[in-house]
Antibody, heavy 125, light 107 residues
Framework: EVQLVESGGGLVQPGGSLRLSCAASGFTFSSYWMSWVRQAPGKGLEWVANIKQDGSEKYYVDSVKGRFTISRDNAKNSLYLQMNSLRAEDTAVYYC??????????????????WGKGTTVTVSS | DIQMTQSPSSLSASVGDRVTITCRASQSISSYLNWYQQKPGKAPKLLIYAASSLQSGVPSRFSGSGSGTDFTLTISSLQPEDFATYYCQQSYSTPGTFGPGTKVDIK
């Protein structure tokens, strides 16, 4: 079964750090771009970061640049998000997701087809 | 960054109704548009990719259309399990921005 399982969430004080993990199973993890997406309480979805299959390319939403670092360990089938200098506005459920690729009429299209159940991060004093 | 908008923000409908949700991009994104369904307390689920391609296992009552800046998600006959929030997302450029969501609830 294709599965993603997040862990590492919790309560942290403003300015603190947290490291999220996402364990992948049931597919060849090293073949896919991976993402972190978050959802603040009662709000919509926000893409946070992407990482290429070999870790050589990483992209971040502006609001987390310089504070968050996405990484992966293909030998352990794991994705990570190191979150530093946390703010109250980082409070959210954090999902990891797999980016898949399809060819439609000779063009390549990306989409997130597998999602974990999420881990909750609360930043509060 | 590309901004995504959706309309309506919420709607009330009955089982069996035809429902249409609109998504608009702030610039042309060709067909790089995905639709997701999310139920309370659950992770999002992919419904449609590349604007109109149905994800495997998704019922055929869901369909997507559009290109450029204007897109629609249609549910041809609303079922009880379809009451949820629906998000569009562009995959044309990074960041892969989502629309604000459309909540579909029971009339």
């Amino acid at each position: 079964e294709v599965q993603l399982v997040e862990s590492g969430g919790g309560l942290v004080q403003p300015g603190g750090s947290l490291r999220l993990s996402c364990a992948a199973s049931g597919f060849t993890f090293s073949s896919y771009w991976m993402s972190w997406v978050r959802q603040a309480p009662g709000k919509g979805l926000e893409w946070v970061a992407n990482i290429k299959q070999d870790g050589s390319e990483k992209y971040y939403v502006d609001s987390v640049k310089g504070r968050f670092t996405i990484s992966r360990d293909n030998a352990k089938n794991s994705l990570y998000l190191q979150m530093n200098s946390l703010r109250a506005e980082d409070t959210a459920v954090y999902y990891c997701a797999r980016w898949n690729l399809a060819t439609v009429t000779q063009f390549y299209y990306y989409y997130m087809d597998v999602w974990g159940k999420g881990t909750t991060v609360t930043v509060s004093s | 960054d590309i901004q995504m908008t959706q309309s309506p923000s919420s709607l009330s409908a009955s089982v069996g109704d035809r429902v249409t949700i609109t998504c608009r991009a702030s610039q042309s994104i060709s067909s790089y548009l995905n639709w997701y369904q999310q139920k309370p307390g659950k992770a999002p689920k992919l419904l449609i990719y590349a604007a109109s391609s149905l994800q495997s296992g998704v019922p055929s009552r869901f369909s997507g259309s559009g290109s450029g800046t204007d897109f629609t998600l249609t549910i041809s006959s609303l079922q009880p399990e379809d009451f949820a929030t629906y998000y569009c997302q562009q995959s044309y450029s990074t960041p892969g921005t989502f629309g604000p969501g459309t909540k579909v609830d029971i009339k």
